[in-house]
């Protein structure tokens, strides 16, 4: 990866991320995943408790997720060293010695609205407090279908597309966009814990090709897409359409108001894949399963449609590492979003206990 003057070539290591959705990791079955950078072994143990270790034996480096579980420790099927769920050795077949370094790495982890996170900085910064807050996900009020794609970018360009929905005009025409999405400035605001919030109000407009689609009211609408980001790469977004003059701007939302939850995370898999990881929650029509299902369908092709344009970018990137882009006024999130990540990475570089290994 060449693209050193536009992207990040470091990840940020001190922080919550997002492993898995919890029903990835099945009990009886080994998912392997490479976060950071890191071929991480992602189990549940008997208990349930979701296990994470480095998936590379220290022996010969073979994968542990290749091996057997038994019980709550796995064994690696190359020449049989047995761990346990906190990555110590405590079998090697033929030897009775077991040494002190004969261990894998394990990761803290914990499970959180139906999320696996997980801890690859240094285990004792792990604090569950910090963990963002992703009710929706399994609230009675709220419905919900998990999805995952994988993105073959750096993690840097799907955060600049999230943070500029001015590309929902010509990107998701038929999806999720609408003319008025470029014309709408949106207003960025920093903050009280390190991250932006992004509001945008359309009033009196059309609704969006993905709201018509489930809408139960016809006509014009107060629209709203207000949402928080967080680094490394957390977008939480409020959104809906009231019948416009209800009332939306002023927070007084009318009963037949479709209101909905979206999140939008991404794992850096390594400095040019990503794994992301979202849904698209609503609070309306709650036993429609057909309906959880077509908005999980519509955003799946509005998703594939910001695949084509980023991948695309990245393969140019690749070849021009010396790149520098053309600022325009539709910029000022996705700037501020670098200069916090930066500034993270800087920080986290400066530590004096540095980045595990
Ligand atoms: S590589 Fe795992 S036991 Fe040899
Ligand atoms: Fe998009």
Known sequence: ????????????????????????VSTGQMLARTLLGQPVLLYRDTQGQVVALADKC???????????????????????????????????PGQDQIPAKACVRSYPVVEKDRFIWIWMGQPQNAAPAAILDFFWHDHADWRMKPGYIHYQAHYQLVVDNLLDFSHLSFVHPTTLGTASNAQVSA?????????????????????SPNHKRVAQFQGPVDRWQIYQWH???????????????????????????????????????????????????????LDNEAMTEAIFQDVCTA???????????????????????????????????????????????????????
């Open 58 to 92: 220290c022996h010969r480096a073979a994968p542990l997720s290749h091996g057997r579980q038994e019980c709550d420790a796995v064994r690696c099927m190359y020449h049989g060293m047995k761990f346990d769920r906190s990555g110590r050795c405590i079998d090697i």
């Open 1 to 24: 990866m060449q693209t050193s003057n536009y992207l990040s070539q470091d990840f940020i290591f001190e922080s919550w991320y997002v492993a898995a959705w919890d029903h990835e």
């Open 187 to 207: 207003q960025v605001d920093r903050t009280e814990d390190g991250g932006l919030r992004i509001t945008r109000w359309y009033i009196n407009d059309e609704m």
């Open 231 to 285: 680094a490394p790469a957390f977008l939480r977004m409020d959104a809906g359409s009231a019948p416009t003059g209800t009332g939306a701007p002023e927070g007084r939302i009318d009963p037949c108001a479709m209101k909905f939850r979206h999140t939008s995370v991404q794992t850096p898999e390594t400095l040019g894949t990503t794994h992301y990881f979202f849904c698209q929650a609503r609070n309306f029509a």
């Open 303 to 357: 998703f594939g449609e910001d695949r084509d344009i980023i991948e695309g970018q990245q393969k140019i990137l690749n070849t021009d590492p010396n790149f520098h882009p053309v600022a325009t006024a539709h910029d000022m999130g996705l700037n501020q979003a670098r200069f916090i990540i930066n500034r993270r990475l800087q920080n986290e570089q400066a530590a004096p206990t540095g980045t595990p290994t």
